[in-house]
Every structure is written in structure tokens, then in C-alpha cells.
């Protein structure tokens, strides 16, 4: 694979746009910010806004601090719970199912088709994932879903089961699935796409630092892939450091550059900086 320029993209995590002010404020400062920078794409991992349609008009007013920057989404499951299929085609404007390719890099982006936490890509996804990656054998694919892989990341293990993490959640609301319904399927598709080496996620509310019951944590590598959380900016926190944070990712011929960038101080947060090879070794 020759890189040439190296692409450089913002990974904003559930921005949960009508939760709170704070949501607003934060999402506001994290945009401009990116913005600075300059990357060549801002992706979102979904949960744009907070389960209902009348704050839509406030993802278009942050999108619109982009300016000429494209932007890819993941659904989530609150923003389908947001109205389905048309406000989203209204308002984003982007398929449920998007390719979108920079150079070398192909970014696959797949949304949810149901409100449930347990998330549904509906039928045919990782059939779509495997077809859209082989069809670029020569490109480093970036899958993104709004909920992760089963026993990945942080709180995608079965703690409706285990109770991992009840104790952040409180004895009125128990932990649910926070995982892709058919994990095991998409874990085989992955293994069907050598050129898939990032799976990029949000859903379960990290802070970039923690680790649940089970070990499982913000960012790791699993069968050749990465797989990284990228923390919330809206919406329920309860747990972790005040969220102020987003992801900026380089893809060039020295490898794969993960860094976490503090959006108020304007800085890099050093010590969550991950670098991977191009190819899983």
C-alpha cells in the first residue's frame, strides 16, 4: 500500500445534541477545534442527538462549523429512536450505509436500524462490510459502528449478566447490552476483510481511560484490528473525568497515529497516544 500524504481525521464520539447544555457547549468547542487542524474528514460515532426529533436543527447548527470539511456517520441507536429513517435523510443528509474513500484509506460507515442498546445493523451488514473491503484490497479499510464488537472495548462484555459496572449505574437501572447484536457474525466478517485494521466505536460512554470489570478498556487490538472508543461529549457521563475530549487519527507510511485532543486546553492529552503498524504484524 503507498501512502503518499498522510489522512488525518477528527473521530467525534455521542455528542447527544438536547441531553444538556453542556452537550451543545461541548460539541461546539470540539468541532472548532477539529476544525484547526485541518483534517481531511470528520467522522462521527453516532448518537448525534438525544431521542428526539426537534433537536435535529442543532446537529445542523454544530455540522455547520465543519465549514468545506466532509463528514461521515455511524447511527446510533438514539438517533434512529429520534424519528427513523427521515429526519436522518432530511437533516444529515447521508445513507444509513456510506464508502467514502481518501486516497489509500477506505471508511466504511454502518448505522443502526433500531433504538435498541443492543444494536441491530439490520440484514445483510457484515455481507456489506466484506464486500466493500475486498473490493479495495490494496487500501487500509476503517469500519465505523456506533456500538463495538462483543468483548472489545469497554463494557461490551455481557454485564447484564455479570453486573460489571452496576455500581456506576445505581440499583434503578440495572446494565444492559452495549454491544452489536450479531458481534459473533461481524467478528467472522472481520476475519474475511485482511484490509479492515481500525473498527471505530462509541456507544458506551468511555472517558478514554477506563476499564471495566472485565478488562476490557478504550482501545485494543484483537485478530489484526483495532478497535477504539472514542468518549462521549453529550449525554450521561456518571462515571470518569469530565468529558473534554475527542480522537484524531493519522494514517501514513510510518504506521497509525491514535492521539486524544483536549478540545478546551487546545493540547494533546500524551500520555493516551497509541501508534500501530500499517498492517497487523
Known amino acids: 500500500m503507498r501512502m503518499g ?20 457547549r461541548n460539541s461546539e468547542a470540539a468541532l472548532t477545534d477539529a476544525v484547526s487542524l485541518e483534517p481531511d474528514l470528520a467522522v462521527f460515532c453516532g448518537d448525534l442527538v438525544n431521542l428526539n426529533d426537534g433537536y435535529w436543527h442543532l446537529f445542523d447548527h454544530v455540522a455547520g462549523i465543519l465549514g468545506g470539511i466532509p463528514f461521515m456517520v455511524a447511527r446510533g441507536n438514539a438517533d434512529y429512536a429520534a424519528g427513523g429513517d427521515d429526519p436522518w435523510l432530511r437533516e444529515v443528509p447521508g445513507p444509513i450505509r456510506e464508502v467514502r474513500d481518501l486516497g489509500p484509506v477506505r471508511f466504511l460507515a454502518v448505522g443502526c436500524v433500531s433504538g435498541a442498546h443492543e444494536m441491530e445493523l439490520g440484514p445483510g451488514a457484515e455481507d456489506w462490510i466484506v464486500a466493500n473491503a475486498n473490493a479495495r484490497p490494496d487500501a487500509l479499510v476503517v469500519v465505523v459502528s456506533h456500538a463495538p464488537v462483543k468483548d472489545t472495548t469497554f463494557w461490551s462484555c455481557d454485564n447484564t449478566e455479570s453486573g460489571c459496572m452496576a455500581e456506576a449505574l445505581g440499583p434503578q437501572s440495572p446494565p444492559y447490552h452495549l454491544y452489536l447484536a450479531r458481534s459473533e457474525e461481524m467478528r467472522a466478517a472481520l476475519r474475511r476483510c485482511p484490509s479492515v485494521r481500525m473498527f471505530l466505536t462509541g456507544h458506551v460512554h468511555n472517558d478514554h481511560r477506563l476499564s471495566c470489570s472485565h478488562g476490557y478498556g478504550p482501545i485494543v487490538e484483537q485478530d489484526g484490528v483495532i478497535h477504539a472508543v472514542t468518549a462521549n461529549l453529550g449525554g450521561w457521563v456518571g462515571f470518569g473525568v469530565p468529558r473534554r475530549e475527542y480522537r484524531l487519527v493519522s494514517i501514513s507510511e510510518g504506521g497509525i497515529l491514535v492521539q486524544v485532543r483536549d478540545f478546551l486546553s487546545h493540547d494533546w492529552v500524551c500520555g493516551l497516544e497509541r501508534r500501530f503498524p500499517l498492517r497487523a504484524g
Not at 500524504?5 to 451543545?24: C, Q
Open 5 to 24: 500524504a498522510p489522512v488525518r481525521f477528527a473521530v467525534i464520539g455521542d455528542m447527544h445534541l438536547g441531553y444538556d447544555d453542556d452537550s451543545l
